[in-house]
């Protein structure tokens, strides 16, 4: 079993488990952000840009913020005009109650990335401990649905890891074997 191998089956299995998780995040990060950004702007400035050609403004999906005292970038599904030409500057200052909203959602994301991190650490630490898919089996039963691809056994197979071509080695280093 290859590194490759063992980071896919960790990649895959913590993807599958998080999806969801991520999705949500990522919806809550968006609704967060805009909310954030219309605090900081009228509804005249956000009118008025609006009736503007796009190209008249950086149109960006990075949206950084100082909320009581956090730094905090925030990413958007699609760009809002920022009066800043520089990617990502920080748009302003967020205080109150909209505030600790943001410093609760950043720890949130935190936490979650957190989790991931470990689950995927956990993975790998099982997957680096054996050498072989049929080890693995053994070890990880229930994991079987994420090496499936790999174990040639399987009916899911997509024909594991692939054969090292003996003739083509022997025959650029001039060790015997066919010419």
């Not at 896919?8 to 950004?37: G, P, V």
Request: charged residues 25%.
């Amino acid at each position: 079993m290859t590194n490759e191998i063992r980071d896919n089956i960790a990649r895959n299995a913590t993807k599958q488990k998080f999806t969801k998780e991520n999705d949500a995040i990522k919806q809550e990060e968006n609704d967060l952000a805009l909310e954030l950004y219309h605090s900081l702007f009228t509804p005249e400035e956000l009118k008025l840009v609006t009736k503007l050609d796009t190209k008249w403004f950086h149109q960006d999906k990075c949206l950084r913020f100082n909320c009581g005292g956090y730094n905090l970038m925030l990413c958007i599904k699609e760009g809002v005009p920022v009066p800043y030409s520089r990617h990502c500057s920080i748009l302003g200052n967020i205080s109150g109650d909209l505030a600790i909203k943001a410093q609760e959602f950043a720890n949130k994301k935190k936490d979650v990335e957190a989790d991931q991190a470990k689950a995927l650490r956990a993975i790998g630490s099982v997957l680096y401990s054996v050498n072989t898919i049929k080890q693995l089996k053994t070890v990880w039963p229930e994991g079987a649905d994420f090496y499936a691809m790999y174990d040639e056994a399987s009916a899911k197979s997509k024909g594991g890891v692939p054969a090292v071509q003996i003739d083509e080695i022997n025959k650029l280093l001039g060790l015997g074997g066919a010419e």
